[in-house]
């Protein structure tokens, strides 16, 4: 079975600077596919990002982008100049070719002014 | 595009009682998820659907929970009867397909006293 693994429960980021979150990951698949989700407090679940294992170029999305480091089964997101409406739980999520999401146990992220 | 529409936002019943949540997804996809988040066991995949065909139940806890998907419009998870430890909050989620990217709706708190 895949699991997906996020080893920081909790990071804190000053506003306009850099934060990185971890996630690994474990698949013996080739093709497969990686998300990260935001969860803010009125609890709905938001894309931020997406990345397909078979694309050796990393994902990228306005701030948000990824360092997605397949032979080490690491998806990390970068999140630069952080904004006070980044603060929210991230989720890490895996999905095989034509299978589920397999979602980690999430980080939360806090935002300093 | 409306996203996905989930009713109720908030439900708060007591033991014993029939509670039946609702789901509208996007109006184009294909499949759709049921997932169910707590704090103990983080976010569940329930059951799918696509085109309207249940696909995988296998996450449903035990037969008090029951999902329904009559058309590409519409799709209901029932719970009966319905127990504290149900407490959660469902979300739904579609997508163009089975192997496209999930939106999820806002999501339906249920509280069981």
């Known amino acids: 079975a895949q699991t997906v693994t996020q080893s920081q429960p909790e990071m804190s980021v000053q506003e306009a600077e850099t934060v990185t979150l971890s996630c690994t990951y474990d698949t013996s698949e080739s093709d497969y596919y990686l998300f990260w989700y935001k969860q803010p407090p009125s609890r709905q679940m938001i894309l931020v990002i997406r990345q397909e294992a078979y694309k050796q170029q990393n994902a990228t999305e306005n701030r948000f982008s990824v360092n997605f480091q397949k032979a080490a089964k690491s998806f990390s997101l970068k999140i630069s100049d952080s904004q006070l409406g980044d603060a929210a739980m991230y989720f890490c999520?895996?999905?095989?070719?034509?299978?589920?999401?397999?979602f980690g146990g999430g980080t939360r992220l806090m935002v300093k002014p | 595009d409306a996203g996905v529409i989930q009713s109720p936002r908030h439900e708060v019943t007591e033991m014993g009682q029939e509670v039946t949540l609702r789901c509208k997804p996007i109006s184009g996809h294909n499949s759709l998820f049921w997932y169910r988040q707590t704090m103990m066991r983080g976010l569940e995949l329930l059951i799918y659907f696509n085109n309207n065909v249940p696909i995988d139940d296998s996450g449903m806890p035990e037969d008090r929970f029951s999902a329904k998907m009559p058309n590409a419009l519409f799709s209901t998870l029932k719970i009966q009867p319905s127990e504290p430890r149900d407490s959660a909050v469902y979300f739904c989620?579609?997508?163009?397909?089975?192997?496209?990217?999930?939106?999820f709706g806002p999501g339906t708190r249920l509280l069981v006293l």
């Open positions: 999520a895996y999905r095989k070719a034509g299978n589920m999401l397999t």
């Open positions: 989620a579609s997508s163009r397909g089975p192997q496209e990217t999930q939106y």
